[in-house]
């Protein structure tokens, strides 16, 4: 649906899009994810046509970006990270101002005004005026902006950025509702957010994709070594150390932070595999002595978005 090819951008010497490749199929729900300058808004305008790129191409359902600006524009709906509102206007009056400059036809205004305000849940504020609205309903008004003409695709740049947790968890839900029809690409630095909206997440990183991937695929990826830890009474630290010694799905083991208690603390660091714990219990039960504890370290998402996104 969606094709980017080399995308570039520049703000005189400032490179903020490095050569980005990336399709986005109709109806996902993609999290373009980085750390503040990473340049995920620049991504974001020039991919609704608010920005010219320096150099690549972006393709929407098979129209070129350069050529057929007008027809992409309508199939993208734009949510800008302050999305420009009219603070002196009603709810109502807004959209039915935006319904008019989006070429709602009169006797189909006030079905898609009332469609579009139970999905974003604006029905108790209708009649307020919006400068006088949360910071959340206010988003919800440039949730629904962006709806109007009902567009294939909805671009959202950071929609939960300056919420309070309940505000964010409301949102949320709205994208995941919008999600279930639309193609959906928003951006946040916050992990959790990417983790909990999307079926997809890329992760930019000073203007170049770094990952690529469902949540559960990135935490899979790179772990080429595991580790497991193991609590154990009886032994010493050099018998625990024989008796995986021959094992070579593990490798290296290390002593981990022992206490004064008579219980010796053990690091296995180990080659993915995934009979790993069944394989260290077996060898531990053929053994006299007491297993504490034994749990194998998940990689988090955290991690690897530390790792990939950490300063050179
Ligand atoms: P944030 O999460 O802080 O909004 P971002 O990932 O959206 O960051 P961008 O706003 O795209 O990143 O910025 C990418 C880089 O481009 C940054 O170094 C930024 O300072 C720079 N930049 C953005 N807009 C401009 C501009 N209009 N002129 C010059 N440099 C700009």
Same mark, same amino acid.
């Given at each position: 649906?969606?094709?980017?090819?080399?995308?570039?951008?520049?703000?005189?010497?400032?490179?903020?899009?490095?050569?980005?490749?990336?399709?986005?199929?109709?109806?996902?729900?993609?999290?373009?994810?980085?750390?503040?300058?990473?340049?995920?808004?620049?991504?974001?305008?020039?991919?609704?046509?608010?920005?010219? %790129? #320096? =150099? +690549?191409?972006?393709?929407?359902?098979?129209?070129? !970006?350069?050529?057929?600006?007008? $027809? @992409?524009?309508?199939?993208?709906?734009?949510?800008?990270?302050?999305?420009?509102?009219?603070?002196?206007?009603?709810?109502?009056?807004?959209?039915?101002?935006?319904?008019?400059?989006?070429?709602?036809?009169?006797?189909?205004?006030?079905?898609?005004?009332?469609?579009?305000?139970?999905?974003?849940?604006?029905?108790?504020?209708?009649?307020?005026?919006?400068?006088?609205?949360?910071?959340?309903?206010?988003?919800?008004?440039?949730?629904?902006?962006?709806?109007?003409?009902?567009?294939?695709?909805?671009?959202?740049?950071? %929609? #939960? =950025? +300056?919420?309070?947790?309940?505000?964010?968890?409301? !949102?949320?839900?709205?994208?995941? $509702? @919008?999600?279930?029809?639309?193609?959906?690409?928003?951006?946040?630095?916050?992990?959790?957010?990417?983790?909990?909206?999307?079926?997809?997440?890329?992760?930019?990183?000073?203007?170049?994709?770094?990952?690529?991937?469902?949540?559960?695929?990135?935490?899979?990826?790179?772990?080429?070594?595991?580790?497991?830890?193991?609590?154990?009474?009886?032994?010493?630290?050099?018998?625990?150390?024989?008796?995986?010694?021959?094992?070579?799905?593990?490798?290296?083991?290390?002593?981990?932070?022992?206490?004064?208690?008579?219980?010796?603390?053990?690091?296995?660091?180990?080659?993915?595999?995934?009979?790993?714990?069944?394989?260290?219990?077996?060898? @531990?039960?053929?053994?006299?002595?007491?297993?504490?504890?034994?749990?194998?370290?998940?990689?988090?998402?955290?991690?690897?978005?530390?790792?990939?996104?950490?300063?050179?």
């Amino acid at each position: 649906m969606i094709h980017i090819e080399k995308l570039t951008k520049y703000y005189n010497e400032l490179c903020a899009v490095d050569r980005i490749d990336l399709d986005i199929n109709k109806g996902e729900v993609l999290g373009l994810l980085g750390p503040n300058g990473a340049g995920k808004t620049t991504t974001l305008r020039v991919l609704t046509g608010f920005l010219k %790129p #320096t =150099s +690549g191409s972006i393709r929407i359902n098979g129209y070129n !970006i350069d050529e057929h600006l007008l $027809q @992409i524009k309508g199939l993208i709906g734009y949510l800008p990270e302050s999305a420009p509102l009219y603070y002196n206007m009603l709810v109502f009056d807004y959209l039915n101002f935006v319904a008019d400059i989006r070429g709602i036809e009169s006797n189909k205004k006030l079905t898609r005004i009332r469609e579009l305000s139970d999905l974003c849940g604006l029905n108790e504020v209708m009649h307020k005026s919006i400068g006088e609205l949360s910071k959340g309903y206010k988003q919800r008004t440039g949730l629904a902006h962006a709806m109007m003409s009902n567009p294939e695709i909805l671009v959202l740049d950071e %929609p #939960t =950025s +300056g919420l309070d947790p309940n505000q964010i968890v409301e !949102i949320r839900k709205i994208i995941k $509702q @919008i999600g279930k029809e639309k193609t959906i690409i928003f951006s946040t630095h916050i992990l959790s957010e990417a983790e909990a909206t999307s079926d997809r997440i890329v992760i930019i990183n000073q203007g170049k994709i770094v990952a690529d991937g469902s949540a559960q695929s990135l935490k899979g990826s790179g772990q080429s070594e595991s580790s497991v830890n193991i609590a154990l009474k009886g032994p010493d630290f050099e018998s625990v150390k024989d008796l995986f010694s021959a094992d070579n799905t593990i490798v290296r083991i290390e002593p981990d932070d022992n206490g004064n208690d008579d219980i010796v603390r053990i690091k296995l660091y180990c080659r993915s595999s995934s009979d790993l714990m069944e394989n260290i219990y077996k060898k @531990i039960k053929a053994t006299d002595w007491v297993l504490v504890e034994l749990h194998q370290d998940t990689k988090t998402l955290e991690k690897i978005f530390r790792e990939l996104t950490m300063e050179q």
